[in-house]
């Protein structure tokens, strides 16, 4: 591959750091909602009523985390 070819194909795939903003944004928005979803679903304060199926789904993520649970 020849150096003027090379340099256009690194041209056509490079992007800028604004045409990845929304894609960066969304990424924070959802790791925060995911921390904050298996933060704060304890079960006795469960976000779905007297039950601890998502605390017990998520536990093991708690712990890796740091949140207590028991």
Do not use: K
């Not at 925060?32 to 304060?45: K, P, R, V």
């Amino acid at each position: 591959m020849t150096t003027a070819r090379a340099a256009e194909r690194l041209r056509a795939t490079a992007t800028g750091a604004v045409g990845n903003t929304p894609y960066l944004i969304g990424s924070l928005v959802v790791g925060l909602l995911l921390f904050s979803f298996i933060g704060f679903d304890e079960g006795a304060t469960s976000l779905f009523g007297n039950t601890m199926i998502v605390h017990e789904f998520v536990h093991d993520a708690r712990h890796f985390l740091g949140f207590p649970c028991h």
